[in-house]
């Protein structure tokens, strides 16, 4: 096992997490709450399915970092997925700063800013021999 292995199972293990999380506990607490409001239907349901974009997202990262696990260039595929999980960070620190402080309550500015932080730990560890010739 290479030594980014760990960096990058943890940062798959975080988003599948991040996922789970996202659809057991948040989806109930921010859209279930929509029904009953005066916004229009298809508001309502562009926000659901905007939501669900997010989860698809975080599995897509951890599937990402998995793929860094086991295949030659993985380095490659963490580049990608931590690259979205700091652009999860950058909007979400962004939004609590300059939207409404009240996401700092939230985890949304925490859980991606971690998963980036250990995706680039991966990529730092991964060697670049172990990526595409040219590519880095």
Do not use: Q
């Amino acid at each position: 096992m290479r030594i980014s292995s760990l960096p990058y199972l943890t940062a798959a293990a975080l988003s599948l997490l991040g996922a789970a999380t996202h659809e057991i506990v948040g989806a109930p607490i921010v859209l279930s709450p929509l029904a009953d409001t005066n916004l229009p239907h298809d508001v309502i349901r562009l926000h659901h399915f905007s939501w669900h974009v997010g989860t698809v997202a975080a599995l897509g990262m951890a599937a990402l970092y998995i793929m860094a696990m086991r295949h030659s260039p993985g380095r490659l595929f963490a580049m990608v997925a931590t690259a979205m999980s700091a652009g999860f960070a950058v909007l979400a620190i962004g939004l609590a700063s300059f939207g409404n402080a009240v996401l700092w309550t939230t985890p949304a500015p925490y859980p991606w800013t971690l998963v980036a932080t250990v995706g680039l730990l991966g990529v730092l560890l991964t060697p670049r021999s172990l990526s595409v010739a040219g590519s880095d």
